[in-house]
């Protein structure tokens, strides 16, 4: 097979994930658990409290999840953490307090209550100074992967390409305006799931509150059994296939990334840019041939064209909503949930990041990022009907402050 395919990392609501009974079989072990794990990390937010009827069914529904993965894999230190803070947020002083002893036990550390507002998250009163503030410095990590150590993952024919074309506009001193010592890029072997998170590690303690991020991910998407159109996991270079739980530990979780940029990412405006592969059906690929076009679907279900204004609500997970809560955030992926994300030979590029880079270079890096944005949506969704006959839809969202962004301007320092 001399190429894959890719979809964007998005998917629909998950309105019936946890309001559903869980299905895993007592044999599955960990498989279920953690994948519960990681539908309760998504659908938890500081808006979601026991005050109303509405959030204490939702919180119910939550601990009766988590008490359930608990008992299928009681080693796993994070369902307990959860357990803890879902506990604490019902008032559940026993199960609180059992939690909390089990994770002594285990020797491990709650790193966050996440019920509690993220330091992204601005008082009013600072809402306004931010948005008239100048950015000191920028900061970048880019990450391309299309070779992996599992060769159970196909093969990718443009992801290092496409990230290598991005980190070269963002050192651009007529682009991105990019510092070139602060574009840190990784790629296949480079890129583990410990080299993207010490790269993101290095941007949580170099980055400060006056500066700009740019995360940049190209490589496969894993979809949830339970979810055919959501993606909870990044592909990394070391990604192992063998099982639920190997998948957990060794790739990146959309959620926790999402968390991170929220939490831990003291720069007051961070854009995340994703054109990942939607693996699909098992992780079997769609082999296109030797054309000179192709998609990068893997059994991505097609559906009808959303609106041309449409924002990505809808087709985002709520780990991507929970960047709403915090300023200055922005989320970009190259298609929406449903739909397949096209590559072409003869561009050398996904559509989607050639037309991107080409809408940035054309404007010297100085548009706004909703200008941006709009242009990139036409041009992908133009082009990608007229070469394939398919429907492809770039998506965003933008928490407060993300829409005047501009990835090009020049630092102040």
Partial sequence: MSWASRSAVASLLLAAALGAPLAWAQGDGCRGALDALNRVKEEITPRLTATTEAGKQRLTVMQSTLERATHACPDFAELWSYRLSV?????????????????????????FDPFKLPPAALPPEQVAQAHNAKIKQKWALVVGIDKFQDKRLP?????VKDSTDFANFLKDPNGGRFDPTHVIHLANDGATLEGIRRGLGELRVKAQAEDLVVVYLASHGSPRDRDPNGVSYIATNDTNLDD?????????????????????????????????????????????GAGSTGSRGFGAVASSAPAPDAQASAAFSEAFQNLKIGYGRAVITASRANQVSWESAKLENGYFTHYLLETLRAGHGNESLDRVFTEVRTSVAAHVKQDNGADQNPSYELSEGADSIVIGAPAAM
């Fill in 87 to 111: 506990a604490q947020q019902l008032g559940l002083q026993a199960d609180a307090g059992y939690a909390k002893r089990k994770l002594d036990e285990l020797q491990y550390q709650v790193p």
């Fill in 244 to 288: 639920a739980a190997s998948l957990y530990a060794t790739s990146l979780q959309m959620i926790d990334l999402v968390q991170q940029i929220n939490r831990e990412m003291r720069a007051q405006h961070v854009v995340l840019i994703l054109d990942t592969c939607f693996s699909g059906d098992a992780l079997t690929s769609l082999d296109a």
């Fill in 155 to 159: 093969g990718l024919r443009f992801a």
